[in-house]
């Protein structure tokens, strides 16, 4: 099994990883962590660097990786609509690859993958190489919520979502940039028997609610924000529905952070709040796993008939 994985591994199909960020230490993004856990598929990794008010530039230098390349840009504040600011940023991450890279992983500065998916998806970005009709890689998602120890687990997280495209300029990063389409409609992609662990939800609840009275104003206008958003110093976790408890084990690159915790999670304290429409299609989706009106920015390929 070794050699194996190895052979694969010296193939000279080319990968570029492609990331964008902005203040990172400011809103405690383990933009480090996200980027390391995708550098050995990678031959090559852009990052995108917005106009920040921290260190997140040298943030990102310590690295220390020669495979890393930075461009510098400027996020433009006024765009507040959709979150199409991220999606106009995460393009210019994927128009700086090689052009003669095959795929392109994009990972976003708050998700992790771990190590024990590697083979699995290297050996995907060579099986599906040959098949120009697959336009890219789509994933599973554990979404942290609160803590280390706890992941969404209701119909208000996606499921999915594409995280490695065929380098081709005709794909773009679509609405806020959670997902990919080519000339406007979805791509044609195969899955991969891996997760993404997005750790967006698991911050210092300080730093949690600073980021998101900041981020709502690439989606809503300064009336919607003062309305709506509430006016306090540390976010408050209880305003979840459905949890299950992490029993595996978390990416090696992520051990230093999570020792690092320092704030308390209690679920037990959940203001929770389910209505019979909500419980009835939960009970649905643990008994069936298929999810009633489930949105797909993608179409998944029949190897036979699509290729």
Not at 61 to 71: E, N, T, Y
Not at 77 to 100: C, H, M, Q, Y
Not at 172 to 190: E, I
Not at 230 to 239: L, V
Request: charged content about 30%; hydrophobic content about 35%.
């Amino acid at each position: 099994m070794f050699l194996n994985i190895a052979f694969r591994f010296q193939t000279p199909m080319k990968v570029s990883g492609f990331t964008i960020v902005r203040n990172a230490i400011k809103y405690d993004y383990p933009v480090v962590e996200s980027i390391r856990s995708i550098l050995p598929l990678c031959d090559e990794f852009v990052v995108a660097i917005g106009k920040s008010d921290d260190d997140t530039r040298n943030l990102v230098l310590s690295i220390g990786d020669p495979k890393i390349r930075i461009i510098d840009t400027t996020w433009d504040d006024s765009l507040r609509e959709g979150g199409k600011v991220l999606a106009l940023e995460t393009n210019k991450a994927f128009d700086a690859i090689s052009p003669d890279s095959t795929w392109a992983f994009y990972i976003q500065a708050d998700e992790v993958i771990h190590e024990k998916y590697l083979p699995e998806i290297r050996a995907a970005m060579e099986k599906w190489a040959s098949y120009p009709k697959v336009e890219g890689l789509l994933f599973s998602y554990s979404h942290f919520w609160g803590s280390y120890q706890y992941v969404g687990d209701s119909r208000k997280w996606y499921r999915r979502e594409v995280r490695v495209i065929r380098n081709d300029r005709q794909i773009r990063s679509f609405l806020d940039a959670q997902g990919f389409r080519k000339n406007g409609k979805k791509l044609l992609v195969a899955q991969v028997d891996a997760f993404v662990y997005h750790y967006g939800w698991v911050k210092p609840p300080q730093a949690q609610q600073a980021k998101l009275q900041t981020f709502h104003r690439y989606w809503h206008s300064d009336r919607w924000i003062e309305k709506s958003v509430p006016k306090s110093d540390t976010f408050d976790y209880s305003g979840i529905d459905f949890l299950s408890p992490f029993t595996a084990s978390h990416p090696r690159v992520m051990s230093e952070r999570i020792a690092r915790c320092n704030w308390e999670f209690t679920p037990d304290r959940l203001n929770n709040k389910h209505s019979l429409k909500s419980v009835f299609l939960h009970f649905i989706e643990k008994k069936t796993g298929w999810r009633v009106g489930e949105y797909r920015n993608y179409r998944i390929v029949r190897r036979n008939r699509d290729t």
